[in-house]
């Protein structure tokens, strides 16, 4: 995510640090370098110009002068800039009677099916009943797929290819309201905010059952283009909030940081992937330290508690302290990490020294060497997991041959999990101090 820009950003950032006072000139210098970097990441012009210019007006004054690192200021600057620019966490309103009707609208091709699912799921987990709608008739396999997401996130979906769009969303109304549900999800069809027909009939929709929030669904790889769809539906429509998608896949990160200045529209959710599980809540100081590279320490905290069996990780850490760390806990660990997500963006949440060093490897290196180490512990037996010791020569053998591997492969890892050990054992003896230099 924002890979481009991050990479642009970090090197104007450590030109700053290396410098123990600022000049007005040095100032200047760095704002250009900056300004470079958000427009050729297709933020909007004048957004950059606004952005610039406060960041300037604060980074020239006493607040830099006066302070002991003043590079690190100024960046402390740009941070809080930034996040002002994103805009205000806007979380979903969920106030009055229910159910609650939240409208996803958007074009074609831009993630509203799947986006209406990430977002039953992500509803659902919280405890609420929730209902899904097939609003789109014109493509079957829209309503096709939104069935097939209800089955795997245990969701009702109601579809009728025979009854237009305003009708059946008002019998799914009355249908919810009936069934006691909280909340009911509403997929439309893919249109332009040029095609009139198609915009009277999400006005229809709106007439018939008035929803409580209204999600443009914008692919966020279309760069400023995503402005003027978003201004265009707001024209005809009253949008309350963006879910942009494809977050993942967008190395720029323009439209994300421009929409919500130019529009007026707050970001309410993001895309980050195509499972279920990929979505996230909008959180503009969160982003901003991601695009800043200084990772997101709470989303991979998250990530983790979802993904993590609390007990099992509990009594892991234990032992791991205890020295008593072991290949089967090894390959328990490379598991729950696979259920956190693509590798990709776990090391983007990294914070600090950790997460540079981790950007500069190739994640589907990291996802390869995961593959090939559970292969060869899951050749061992479970003897030979919890005490490497017995490894000998003609076990390390028979290893490598039922995991396809070289016995070098084997003793690659072998080697690997030794230094795993020493390092618990460092822990273990300073108390984890030190730990925290890799976050520095």
Do not use: C
């Not at 053998?397 to 618990?424: C, H, P, T, Y």
């Amino acid at each position: 995510m924002f890979e481009n820009l991050t990479s642009r950003l970090n090197q104007v950032f450590d030109q700053l640090r290396r410098r123990g006072k600022l000049s007005e000139a040095d100032v200047d210098a760095a704002m250009r370098e900056v300004r470079l970097a958000l427009l050729e990441a297709d933020v909007h012009f004048s957004v950059v110009k606004a952005f610039i210019a406060r960041v300037r007006e604060r980074a020239i004054g006493a607040e830099v002068s006066k302070a002991l690192n003043p590079g690190q200021q100024i960046i402390k600057i740009v941070n809080e800039e930034l996040i002002q620019t994103l805009g205000e966490p806007a979380p979903l309103n969920l106030r009055g009677p229910k159910p609650h009707v939240i409208m996803m609208v958007g074009l074609q091709g831009s993630g509203k099916t799947t986006g209406a699912g990430k977002l039953a799921r992500m509803l659902r987990s919280k405890g609420e009943r929730v209902m899904l709608v097939a609003g789109d008739p014109y493509r079957p396999a829209a309503v096709t797929q939104l069935q097939q997401l209800g089955e795997r996130i245990d969701v009702p979906v109601e579809a009728d290819l025979n009854v237009k769009p305003p009708e059946l969303v008002r019998r799914a109304f009355d249908k919810a309201e009936k069934g006691g549900f909280g909340i009911m999800i509403v997929d439309t069809a893919g249109r332009s905010q040029l095609d009139a027909e198609l915009m009277n009939e999400l006005k229809s929709i709106v007439a018939k059952v008035p929803p409580v929030e209204i999600l443009l669904v914008v692919d966020s790889m279309i760069g400023q283009e995503a402005l003027n769809i978003a201004q265009g539906f707001r024209d005809n429509v009253s949008i309350t909030g963006l879910m942009m998608t494809k977050m993942d896949g967008d190395s720029r990160g323009g439209a994300a940081i421009s929409i919500r200045s130019v529009t007026g529209v707050p970001i309410k959710f993001i895309g980050t992937g195509e499972k279920l599980d990929a979505l996230e809540t909008y959180d503009p100081a969160r982003l901003s330290s991601r695009i800043l590279g200084m990772g997101d320490m709470i989303g991979l905290i998250e990530k983790a508690e979802a993904a993590f069996d609390q007990q099992t990780a509990q009594k892991t850490a234990e032992r791991m302290m205890q020295g008593q760390f072991t290949l089967e806990d090894w390959l328990d660990q490379m598991k729950q990490m696979k259920k956190m997500g693509p590798l990709a963006q776990i090391m983007d949440m990294l914070p600090g020294q950790m997460g540079q060093a981790a950007r500069q490897v190739d994640p589907k290196d990291i996802e390869k060497t995961f593959k090939q180490s559970e292969a060869v512990i899951n050749s061992m037996t479970l003897k030979e997991r919890r005490n490497p010791d017995i490894l000998n020569a003609s076990r390390r053998r028979r290893i490598a041959a039922g995991s396809g591997m070289e016995v070098q492969d084997v003793n690659r890892l072998i080697k690997q999990f030794r230094e795993a050990q020493k390092m618990m054992k460092m822990l273990q003896k300073t108390g984890g101090k030190g730990l925290g230099k890799l976050f520095g």
